[in-house]
């Protein structure tokens, strides 16, 4: 069996697939240069930030384990013969630690005292509290819900939204998609968690955004096509939301001529919050790589018709 590694970190894989799977022949590659010779011949791919393009130039291929938790760069370009997993649980702690470190933050000034240390200036910043906010998560799976979890942990009210009612138990109310507008206006922090699917694109636009209440903070860490950026930019210059923190975009890396780098209510992050990198996806992929080799049922497997 010929297992190919397609990422940046393909040679700290390599190292732990040669103790996991003895008998495989194991190719690690950074590129598309260094991974075609191999593509004709390998059956499991894990891989990220490979050209969807190359999967249809790999005949054997039986099992690809994206080493992300979204999947909608290659989701529509997989063989249906192949089974696509995706990884689920492990980004939750820090994703949910990078939502509450911007909450917070902004809740509580940081960047305002920040700022005035740089100028030597001795002002008490009297921020504001979490507790008894009400935080809305919009997508409910393991990373949102584990937000909804720190968010009570907080003394936050916890509204949710999933398309399929998932959460809805750990949430005090629950709302479908099509009442994005209302579940919006009603909470202090609307933290996006959402997949990339034709559902979710464009459902915060500029409706949702007016609609938000004053003071309110909007977070994304789900992907850039939830929100219509140009009606963000927008929204932010009129204050609804008051601040937003955005991880994801529309286009990536964010066009320097973009308006939101210069709005002083927009915070900035490079699609960081949940990097793939091998210390926090390991054990998941260890454990799927067990069950591939045993012929047990993977973990994390994409249902294609909900692309996620
Ligand atoms: C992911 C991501 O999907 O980092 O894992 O965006």
Redesign the pocket.
């Known amino acids: 069996m010929q297992i190919l590694v397609y990422t940046q970190d393909a040679k700290s894989y390599v190292q732990a697939l040669h103790e996991l799977a003895p008998k495989a022949e194991i190719h690690g590659a950074t590129t598309l240069e260094e991974a075609e010779p191999h593509l004709a011949e390998a059956e499991v791919l894990l891989a990220w930030g490979m050209p969807a393009a190359a999967l249809a130039r790999m005949p054997r291929l039986r099992w690809v384990q994206w080493l ?3 999947v909608d760069l290659v989701v529509a370009h997989m063989p249906q013969d192949v089974v696509l997993t995706r ?1 689920v649980g492990a ?1 939750s702690t820090v994703m949910s630690e990078h939502v509450f470190a911007y909450l917070l933050a902004l809740r509580r000034g940081v960047f305002e005292m920040r700022e005035l240390q740089e100028h030597h200036t001795w002002h008490r910043v009297i921020g504001a509290s979490l507790r008894g906010q009400r935080l809305g998560v919009a997508g409910l799976g393991s990373i949102g819900s584990e937000v909804a979890r720190l968010g009570r942990a907080f003394g936050m009210e916890v509204w949710g939204l999933s398309r399929s009612g998932r959460g809805s138990e750990i949430c005090d109310r629950h709302f479908l998609p099509a009442d994005m507008r209302t579940f919006a206006a009603g909470v202090d922090a609307l933290v996006l968690v959402l997949p990339k699917t034709t559902e979710t694109t464009g459902i915060v636009d500029k409706d949702v955004l007016l609609g938000m209440r004053e003071g309110s903070i909007l977070v994304n860490v789900g ?1 850039g096509n939830a929100i219509v950026e140009r009606d963000l930019a927008e929204a932010l210059r009129r204050g609804r939301p008051a601040m937003a923190q955005l991880d ?1 975009f529309e286009r990536e890396p964010l066009p320097d001529d973009s308006p939101l780098w210069d709005l002083p209510n927009c915070y900035i992050s490079a ?1 960081c919050s ?3 990198e091998p210390d926090l996806v390991r054990t998941f992929v260890a454990e799927n790589i067990r069950r591939y080799l045993a012929g047990e049922p993977l973990a994390g497997v994409v249902d294609r018709s909900q692309g996620y």
């Open positions: 992300g938790a979204g990884v980004f992907r994801v699609h949940g990097p793939s």
